[in-house]
């Protein structure tokens, strides 16, 4: 059974770099079939997608937030990372990671993390 | 940008029928999928491809797509349905297809 987990800090204060790992077990993330995404989702409200990555490295990130997002991924660790630069208050969120499946006019998460609550604050 | 709209709330008293609506433009030309999320808990898929049911999704649970809505039916709403549910789908303007998310619609079972 696929399981992600995230895992970093809870607690980043506003203007620095909010950072965040995913670590995959039961599956391996350089599997030619699915991206890795990040989704997050400010209390009381809906979701929102971050942005993807390939095991090989290729991105693709939502327009909304693309100045400020990085994701790489470790195949070594079967990890893959967000980074979110000059946070504020309005990033503060539960942020889980998910296996995005993409086809053609399809695309979506089978598997998702348990998530992880961020809070921007100094 | 691209938008999927949902409302806000619905409610149903158990054993009814709920039903949920997504609209957008773009969904005659991209799957929709629909997650159910309850407190504290992350989402679930419950309907992918509009109306396909993953293993272990009870059969109460239904999806259909005409033009531009698509819609989450629940039959025989029970206690434990009462969650939020998002509607998900892709703009596919670009090189990759960009991630849509609709604002979630809260079912109450009153």
């Known amino acids: 059974q696929l399981q992600l987990q995230e895992s970093g800090p809870g607690l980043v204060k506003p203007s620095e770099t909010l950072s965040l790992t995913c670590t995959v077990s039961?599956?391996?993330?350089?599997?030619?079939?699915?991206?890795w995404g990040w989704i997050r989702q400010p209390p009381g409200k809906g979701l929102e997608w971050i942005g993807s990555i390939y095991y090989s490295g290729s991105t693709y990130y939502n327009p909304s937030l693309k100045s400020r997002v990085t994701i790489s991924v470790d195949t070594s660790k079967n990890q893959f990372s967000l980074k979110l630069s000059s946070v504020t208050a309005a990033d503060t969120a539960v942020y889980y990671c998910a296996r995005h499946l993409i086809a053609a006019a399809a695309t979506h998460f089978d598997y998702w993390g348990q998530g992880t609550l961020v809070t921007v604050s100094s | 940008s691209y938008e999927l709209t949902q409302p806000p709330s619905v409610s149903v008293s158990p054993g009814q029928t709920a039903r949920i609506t997504c609209s957008g433009d773009a969904l005659p030309k991209q799957y929709a999928y629909w997650y159910q999320q309850k407190p504290g808990q992350a989402p679930v898929l419950v309907i992918y491809?509009?109306?396909e049911r993953p293993s272990g999704i009870p059969e109460r649970f239904s999806g259909s797509s005409s033009g531009t809505t698509v819609t989450l039916t629940i039959s025989g709403v029970q206690a434990e349905d009462e969650a939020d549910y998002y509607c998900q789908s892709a703009d596919s303007s670009g090189t990759y297809p960009h991630v849509v998310f609709g604002g979630g619609t809260k079912l109450t079972v009153l």
């Open positions: 491809k509009d109306s």
């Open positions: 039961g599956g391996s993330i350089s599997s030619s079939s699915y991206y």
